[in-house]
C-alpha cells in the first residue's frame, strides 16, 4: 500500500516562499509521473506541477517561473519550492504519485493547507 504524507504548508505572506514535501512509503523510483496539485475553495482541484520519472517536468502557466518541483529518489521525497507567493495561491495543495500498468494506480495525500495573505 503506498502512502503519501505532505508536509510544509501554512500561512505565509504574499511575496514570501515556502517548501513543501511530500514523503512516499517505499521508493518513489518506481512511480512514472509524480506531481503536485491544488483545490481552493469552491473551486476544482488543479494541475500545479508534475515530474515524469525522466525529469520532464510541466507546470500550470500561474506558476511558472515562480515553483519548482523536484524529487529525490535516494529520500523517497518530492518537493514544492514556492517562492513569489501570490494570495491566488492559497489552496490545500496535494501530492500525486501515478503508475503505469495495465492501467493507471494513481495515489493522492491527505492534503497541505497554504494560505498566503496580502
Known amino acids: 500500500q503506498v502512502q503519501l504524507v505532505e508536509s510544509g504548508g501554512g500561512l505565509v505572506q504574499a511575496g514570501g516562499s515556502l517548501r513543501l514535501s511530500c514523503a512516499a512509503s517505499g521508493s518513489i523510483f518506481r512511480f512514472n509521473v509524480m506531481g503536485w496539485y491544488r483545490q481552493a475553495p469552491g473551486k476544482q482541484r488543479e494541475l500545479v506541477a508534475t515530474?515524469?520519472?525522466?525529469?520532464?517536468?510541466n507546470y500550470a502557466d500561474s506558476v511558472k517561473g515562480r515553483f519548482t518541483i523536484s524529487r529525490d529518489n535516494v529520500k523517497n521525497t518530492m518537493y514544492l519550492q514556492m517562492n513569489s507567493l501570490k494570495p491566488e495561491d492559497t489552496a490545500v495543495y496535494y501530492c500525486n504519485a501515478d503508475l503505469y500498468s495495465d492501467y493507471v494506480l494513481q495515489y493522492w495525500g491527505q492534503g497541505t493547507q497554504v494560505t498566503v495573505s496580502s
Open positions: 515530474m515524469a520519472s525522466g525529469s520532464n517536468t
